[in-house]
């Protein structure tokens, strides 16, 4: 689920130029590539990191995960967000809840070596988590925050104690914390800056060579999963920007792409039927409110901003339609659909209404002046902050810009470098701000992210993911409750209530829904995931969704 | 010499200015290194946050003066730290991985462009009105005019994607290992001719223009009119006389733009995928990554300083006047 980096582009005029005259150029059937020739055995992958690798594989370290989590380090239980968070056993072959959900046990597969020949077992299991424990800087998801300890039971088991039951961290120790060996790990002095040159692991493939421009991986021949993985090297290349990533691509010079192609038709499908994309949503882009704002905090303000902007067009305009436009429950459609509760949303009806908008803040009481409403506490007037070198985003800004001055709200984009911006953000020093959550397998975990009191802070200091800082006892304690739970009507119905939540309270808009960039060549390699198969997140920088993918594929000959 | 020692306590000032701005601005700059890092990877808590500041000393208690000096011991040694972005790796360890492809591909085609510019200005002023004056000259200015990653992208399509002549990008195949072997060395240089052809041609019209112009105006001068008058070889005048005097103002540009091989040429590396510097440079920019932009800065204020240096000694040995200043 974890992405490295989000694929966007900083510069998109020199990609907009090659891509004019590439799409003029028409066919390219056999290009020099800089690709080693494969007829399936070996596959590429171009995914635009934004860096050179360090060859570092050190699987706690957030720069570098990508490389080494899925690929050469595994986790316990696979769990698919694409199909609302199922669970395909993996390093453990089973998991229990017991004494009131608040211990979890997982019993560990037997037969599984790591890549040097050492037999994996669940001291392995222990000693990754308390290593996590001890060194909290690679404790990524904070699973300590909810654990009390962790114990081996019995020859092949490992025991969770919670300090409260906490159902949905499953997500993360099963399927987020990559499992390191003791024997390597065990004599290491410091792990949080060690760089992991030579990762040992019991995943499916092994690295290979590294330079800065790219990893090589190889087949690890005793992987656990007999007959498996079927592509024997993998390439990883790293791109600084876009446009050789997207031309590799497009000359067939890697089969598998994870980035942002503009006017994908003509310059990427056109070009051969075996040529795909699919884009599936994971979780929102929405306008953060800052609710410590006195004109922000009145509710006819952020409704008639919910209903004043339309979706649709800011996801064509903004996201060249690649990104699908959100709704007010916050529910990622279709990926999570069965979680929308349509009746209230119907009920509530966020479809874009400039005439409603207007007059919700006339009937508040407002006055429009110079076409700007003026409320008791202050003007309609605002900034927006933005991460200026995310030009999708910055579109899309300039549109809801428009959207809302024509209802009488005026705003200001404020497009920033990406470090100020996220001070601003966290520290809660804006009017405004456009943003996304990380998500998770299932609605709840951004619903959690964006509503939760924990993740808020108080001005000046960072907040985890509650930006608006927005706090509600009531919303917290269903917060707490879906965490007590397993049976998925109860979580049916507390996700439910946090959509009215979103749909009466309006503490964020929902914009757009974030995707998982992916391209896919079926000219020598078959297996990828579909929309019709989904059965793992697609993108290169999904971990440890990679090694699931990676598992699927084989060679067409 | 009293001139050379002028010069030297000159780079001296210059350099330490140099090294304190370079101290200073990366801490007057707004954000946080570290709060970067967490928006970028999310899961990250306000207390993990703080486990994170200290590890990248973005909060030490220490005082501006104390860390200043502290910061003139490291770089003496050498020593920058580790890099934001590339952590754990040191940032000496990325420079040095970096840096000789830099001077490979930016340092050649800067020599090379100064040598063919000054040559083709030289002769073609020499035959002023010739067919080579009349070709290459306004060839070169016109491709020199043109933005640079527009030529390169216009390459990339010409020889890349539609010929299949050369490879689309990157410093050598992917798959391969670098290293001083046949095959490799065969590989990098099948790779640079792209980038460096793209950066000759548009950087070899600035030198054929000054060098150009400075010989017209020499060849008017009456030691140039002498030296014909003895019956000199037009070979010797050519070269001796008009080409020696007029090279002098273009040294101290050429100097400074060797200086400038180190920042890399982020534009070519954006279009080629090239791993140098530059684009080090502007990344480290971006995530605010002091240590390794401190030692980026450094390094190009020193080749410039360096560069220029030597400048003054080359003119001063090539041009007697310069001596007898005091």
């Not at chain 1, 088991?157 to 919670?162: K, L, P, Y």
């Not at chain 1, 997500?171 to 990559?178: G, K, N």
């Not at chain 2, 190009?300 to 310069?322: E, G, Y």
């Amino acid at each position: 689920m974890r992405h490295v980096g989000r694929s966007r582009v900083i510069a998109l005029f020199t990609v907009a130029v090659l891509a004019t005259v590439a799409a003029a150029c028409g066919s390219s059937s056999s290009t020099k590539t800089t690709t080693p020739s494969a007829a399936g055995s070996s596959l590429t992958i171009s995914n635009e990191s934004g860096t050179t690798w360090t060859c570092g594989f050190n699987p706690f370290n957030p720069s570098v995960y990508g490389l080494s989590f899925g690929t050469v380090y595994e986790e316990l239980t696979f769990v698919n967000s694409l199909k609302s968070g199922a669970a395909t056993p993996w390093l453990a072959s089973s998991y229990t809840w017991s004494n009131a959900n608040k211990t979890l046990t997982f019993t560990i597969r037997s037969g599984v070596k790591w890549s040097d020949g050492t037999a994996f077992s669940a001291k392995d299991v222990l000693f990754t988590f308390d290593m996590l424990k001890k060194f909290p800087a690679l404790d990524l998801n904070a699973v300590w925050s909810v654990l009390s300890g962790v114990a081996q039971v019995g020859s092949d088991q490992v025991a969770f104690n919670f300090k409260t039951s906490a159902v949905p961290y499953f997500y993360y120790i099963a399927d987020e914390t990559p499992i390191v060996p003791e024997h390597i790990w065990g004599s290491i002095a410091n792990p949080v800056t060690y760089n992991d040159s030579s990762p040992i692991g019991t995943g499916p493939y092994t690295m290979h060579a590294c330079t800065s421009a790219d990893v090589t991986y190889t087949k690890n021949p005793s992987y656990w999963q007999p007959g498996l993985p079927k592509i024997q090297t993998v390439y990883y290349p790293s791109f600084t920007s876009n446009d050789p990533a997207n031309e590799l691509l497009a000359t067939g010079g890697a089969q598998w792409g994870s980035q942002f192609i503009p006017s994908i038709q003509s310059y990427y499908l056109s070009k051969s039927s075996n040529f795909h994309d699919w884009f599936p949503p994971v979780a929102n882009v929405s306008i953060f409110m800052n609710l410590t704002n006195p004109v922000l905090a009145q509710l006819p303000v952020r409704r008639a901003m919910a209903y004043a902007i339309d979706r649709p067009k800011v996801s064509e305009l903004g996201e060249y339609g690649y990104e699908p436009a959100s709704n007010q429950t916050d529910i990622v459609k279709p990926t999570f659909s069965s979680w929308y509760d349509s009746s209230q949303a119907a009920s509530y009806d966020y479809t874009y209404d400039p005439s409603r908008a207007k007059s919700i803040l006339q009937q508040a009481g407002y006055t429009e002046k110079n076409g700007v409403f003026q409320t008791p506490k202050g003007p309609l007037s605002f900034s927006i902050i933005n991460i200026g070198g995310y030009s999708d985003w910055v579109a899309s800004v300039s549109v809801i810009e428009t959207e809302l001055k024509a209802v009488g709200i005026s705003i200001t984009p404020d497009n920033l470098a990406s470090s100020v911006f996220d001070t601003d953000l966290y520290t809660g020093k804006y009017q405004l701000g456009y943003n996304s959550e990380s998500g998770g397998p299932s609605p709840y975990y951004e619903l959690r992210q964006l509503l939760y009191s924990a993740n808020s802070a108080p001005l000046g200091q960072p907040a985890a993911t509650d930006w608006e800082r927005y706090s509600n006892p009531q919303t917290d304690a269903l917060i707490n409750q879906y965490g007590a739970t397993t049976s998925p009507a109860t979580q049916q119905s507390i996700v439910d209530k946090l959509e009215l939540v979103m749909l009466k309270e309006v503490p964020v808009i929902p914009m757009t829904e974030e995707v998982d960039w992916y391209q896919y060549d079926t000219a020598n390699i078959a297996g990828w995931a579909t929309p019709s198969d989904p059965y793992a997140q697609p993108g290169a920088y999904d971990v440890p969704d990679i090694g699931v993918m990676l598992l699927h594929l084989y060679p067409k000959s | 010499m009293r001139y050379i020692a002028r010069r030297t306590a000159f780079f001296v000032f210059t350099l330490w200015a140099a090294v304190t701005v370079n101290f200073v601005i990366p801490r007057l700059m707004p954000g946080n290194p570290a709060l970067a890092m967490i928006a970028r990877y999310k899961h990250v808590t306000p207390a993990e946050l703080a486990s994170l500041e200290v590890l990248f000393g973005v909060k030490t208690h220490a005082s501006l003066v104390s860390e200043y000096f502290e910061y003139l011991a490291n770089i003496s040694r050498g020593r920058f730290g580790i890099s934001y972005t590339f952590f754990p790796e040191t940032v000496s360890h990325e420079v040095l991985q970096a840096i000789p492809w830099t001077l490979c591909l930016v340092g050649v085609t800067t020599i090379l462009a100064f040598l063919l510019g000054t040559l083709i200005g030289l002769v073609s002023a020499w035959r002023r009105g010739g067919w080579l004056d009349s070709i290459l000259p306004p060839i070169f200015v016109i491709t020199s005019a043109f933005p640079y990653f527009w030529i390169a992208l216009l390459a990339v399509w010409l020889f890349s994607i539609k010929l299949n002549w050369l490879p689309l990008f990157g410093g050598y195949s992917i798959g391969d290992t670098p290293g001083w072997h046949w095959h490799f060395v065969v590989d990098a240089l099948e790779h640079s001719i792209l980038p460096a052809s793209t950066i000759l041609v548009t950087a070899i019209g600035g030198w054929i223009l000054t060098m150009r112009n400075n010989v017209i105006s020499v060849l008017d001068e009456d030691y140039v009119r002498m030296a014909r008058a003895k019956g000199l070889k037009p070979w010797t005048v050519m070269w001796g006389y008009a080409g020696r005097n007029a090279i002098l103002p273009n040294l101290t540009g050429f100097a400074m733009s060797l200086g400038f091989v180190v920042s890399g040429a982020i534009l070519v590396e954006y279009v080629f995928n090239y791993p140098g510097v530059g684009w080090m440079l502007l990344d480290a920019v971006f995530n605010e990554d002091y240590p390794l932009m401190q030692a980026l800065f450094l390094l190009i204020t020193l080749a410039v300083l360096t560069a220029v240096l030597l400048a003054d000694v080359v003119t001063a040995l090539l041009d007697a006047r310069t001596r007898d200043l005091v």
